[in-house]
């Protein structure tokens, strides 16, 4: 967190990236924030650059809104019992992520199921993260898993104790569209986000979750549209692109040939607006620390997207479709950032067209709320060029 009085001046960028769809790239070598919330950006000589309580020089790179995870499993700090893994969540920092969004805390250790345990989980789940940011990132967790017996009071209980998400539809015992659709309407009628697991099952114990039942559940999200890791047939990805509003989540622990298909098919029907990422790690497949941006790099090189608007898929959009404070070049978001370059020998002749030819950028820092969360990544390819601190 950062008090009001302090200022922050990025000069010298190179290029700047909004998150915006309709406009991905701004003019201007300079962006200000006050307070940890962006105030302007433009040309340095036409701001007013004084007072600055801290300055970076981003030597040229490319600034872009903090890019953000639509789609992850956390359980309690930065340690996952999925891989027994510490500090996933510092290394995704290191890839360029300063939000993560819970579709669920499923891989707790004897997760509660029965409905005022669940309810107690969500309710310390969104508390823990709340109080605790692992590195500065942004948790958004407190997402539970609805089971049968669940009734209207539950969701306004959880909603007014702060839990603002539900975890993928179909991961507990409520697998049938007409249940889960009543709880969702409820969830929704008390402001929370919802989500499904959309595709084969992801593990041992979990279900299939068809295109009927997504669309009868109606959702906030089509979680992994391009399965978790089993993807639908074609013909029901292209359905659910073709009859939905919600937004279609692509996941790096998903099929990559679906996940083609998905954008295309988004890109036909004009609605690439509604393509958000996630990874949905940790998983089987692991942690994936660099995938939002291997996502971005496989989506535009194969799918044929501008890299420009590629990296909206990882910031801006997600943010429009889940009503996020950050994510979007825009006065009163959050300053979160992600400052990046080409990776050094990688190919093209900017670092968006060397995005567009599959290669990832070199992440040079990560800004949270204004403040300096991470320098040279240690996990992307090395930058050309690196921002420092004046
Ligand atoms: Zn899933």
């Not at 020089?57 to 499993?73: K, Q």
């Not at 995938?291 to 799918?303: F, K, P, Q, T, V």
């Not at 950032?337 to 067209?353: K, N, R, Y």
């Amino acid at each position: 967190m950062t008090s009001p009085a302090e200022k922050l001046v990025i000069r010298n960028i190179g290029q700047l990236l909004t998150g915006k769809i309709e406009a991905p790239i701004a003019d201007g070598d300079c962006v200000i924030a006050e307070g940890g919330r962006i105030t302007a950006w433009g040309y340095a000589a036409d701001m007013d650059t004084d007072g600055a309580t801290t300055e970076i020089d981003a030597n040229g790179v490319t600034l872009a809104p903090g890019l953000i995870d639509s789609h992850v499993h956390p359980v309690v700090g930065d340690y996952t019992p999925r891989q027994q893994q510490l500090h996933w969540i510092d290394s995704t920092l290191h890839g360029g992520v300063t939000t993560l969004i819970s579709a669920g805390e499923v891989h707790m250790p004897g997760r509660p199921k029965d409905i005022v345990g669940l309810k107690a989980m969500a309710i310390a789940a969104q508390r823990w993260y709340e109080n605790f940011r692992p590195s500065g990132v942004k948790v958004m967790a407190g997402a539970p898993v609805i089971e049968h017996g669940m009734v209207e009071e539950d969701f306004r209980q959880l909603a007014e104790s702060g839990v603002k998400l539900l975890g993928e539809v179909g991961l507990g015992t409520v697998k049938d569209g007409r249940t889960a659709k009543q709880m969702v309407d409820w969830a929704r009628k008390y402001g929370m986000q919802s989500t499904i697991h959309t595709g084969g099952p992801s593990i041992p114990g979990s279900g299939l979750i068809d295109a009927d039942m997504v669309m009868e559940t109606g959702t906030d999200v089509i979680g992994h549209i391009n399965g978790g890791h089993s993807a639908l047939p074609d013909d029901q990805i292209i359905c659910l692109c073709e009859s939905c509003k919600a937004a279609f989540e692509i996941v790096h622990n998903g099929n990559e040939r679906a996940a083609i298909l998905t954008v295309n098919t988004a890109r036909e029907l004009d609605k690439l607006d509604q393509v958000i990422l996630g990874t949905d790690g940790p998983a089987g497949s692991g942690v994936q620390p660099l995938g939002i941006l291997r996502m971005i790099a496989m989506l535009s090189s194969l799918g044929n997207v501008p890299a420009e608007i590629a990296f909206c898929f990882g910031n801006g959009n997600t943010a429009r479709q889940r009503e996020l404070d950050t994510g979007l070049l825009e006065p009163g978001m959050a300053a979160d950032f992600v400052l990046m370059d080409q990776a050094q020998h990688a190919p093209g002749a900017t670092m968006l067209e060397s995005v567009q030819l599959g290669n990832l950028p070199g992440v040079g820092m990560t800004v949270i709320d204004g403040v300096i969360r991470s320098e040279r990544s240690r996990n992307t390819p090395p930058a050309t060029r690196l921002p420092f601190v004046i």
